[in-house]
C-alpha cells in the first residue's frame, strides 16, 4: 500500500512539479501539467488509500488481521486507523486531487459498490464475530466513500461523521468482546454470546446497541451516518447509488440481527460468570450510550465536521 502510494506521488510530482497541496490542485486546475502522468498517478494514489480503508479489491488484509490478532489489538487496528485514513483521503482527493474529481468519482463508485456488496454478503455466512465485524467494516468503508465521492462540502463532512460514529461503533463492538474474555478463553464466536442476557444483561443491551447502530437502526447513530452520505449522493444526482446502499443496508441488518437473536433467545453453552473491571465497564457504558445519545442529537457532532472541514480548507 505505501509502495503505490509513494509511486502514485512521484507521478503526481513529476506531473505538477510540486508535492505542495494547494500548488498540486492549482497546477491541475490550470491544466499546466502531463495529463498522461497525472492520470497514472491519481491511479496509484487511489488504490493506496484503498488498501489503508481496506475496500474492495484491496481488503485481503483486513478479516485475517481482524481474526489473528488480540482482541486488544483488534480493537485498536479497526477503529482509530480508519478515521487517520479518512483524513488522509480527505487531503488527497478533497484538496490535491479535487479538479481532477471527474477522473476518481468513478474509481470510487466502483469501489464503494464492491465494498458493499462484498462486505455485506460475506459477513452472512461467518461464524466469528471478529470476522463478522471485519467484512462489516468493509462495507461501512464503502458507505463513507458515497459521501466522499460526492466531492461536496455536505458530503465530505457527512464522510467524516461516518468516519467517527464508525470509530466509536468499532470501540464499543471489540471492547465488549475483550470484556467478555478471560484468561484462557476469547469471546469471538456466535455460540461464545449465545445467552448473554441471562448470564449479563448489561453487557447484552451494551452489544445490542452497537449491532442496531452498525445496522443503521434509528435513534441510533449508525441511521444518520447511512442517511448523511446518502443524501449527499443524491444530492448530486447519484440516486441509483443510494438505492445500492440502501439494499446493501438491509441485507447487511441480517447478521446484526443474528447477533442480537444469539444474545436473547439461545441457551448459554458456557454458564461460566462474567468478571471484569469496572472501570472498563464504565467506560464501554460510556461509549455505547454515546451511540444513542448522538443518534437523538445528531446536528452537533455533524456541525463540528462541518466546521472542522471548513478550518481545514
Known sequence: ASGLLLYGMSMLYGATGSLELSRIAQAIYHQGGDKTVLMFGLVFVVAGLAFKLGVVPFHMWIPDVYHGAPTAVTLFVGSAPKLAAFVFVIRFLAQALEPAAVAWQPMLILLAIASLVVGNLAAI?????????????????????????????????????????????????????????RAGFDCETLDDLKGLNRKNAWYALLVLLVMFSMAGIPPLVGFYAKFAVLEAAVNVGLTWLAVVGVVMSLIGAFYYLRVVKVMYFD?????APIGGCPGAKTLLSVNALLLLLWGVMPKTVLDWCVQALQNTF
Request: charged share 5%; proline share 2%.
Open 125 to 181: 455466512m461467518q461464524t466469528n464475530i471478529k470476522r463478522m465485524l471485519a467484512y462489516s467494516t468493509i462495507s461501512h468503508m464503502g458507505f463513507m466513500l458515497i459521501g466522499i465521492l460526492a466531492a461536496t462540502p455536505a458530503g465530505y463532512s457527512a464522510a467524516m461523521f461516518y468516519a467517527i460514529t464508525y470509530m466509536l461503533m468499532a470501540l464499543a463492538g471489540f471492547g465488549v468482546l475483550l470484556a467478555l474474555s
Open 267 to 271: 441457551t448459554a453453552q458456557n454458564t
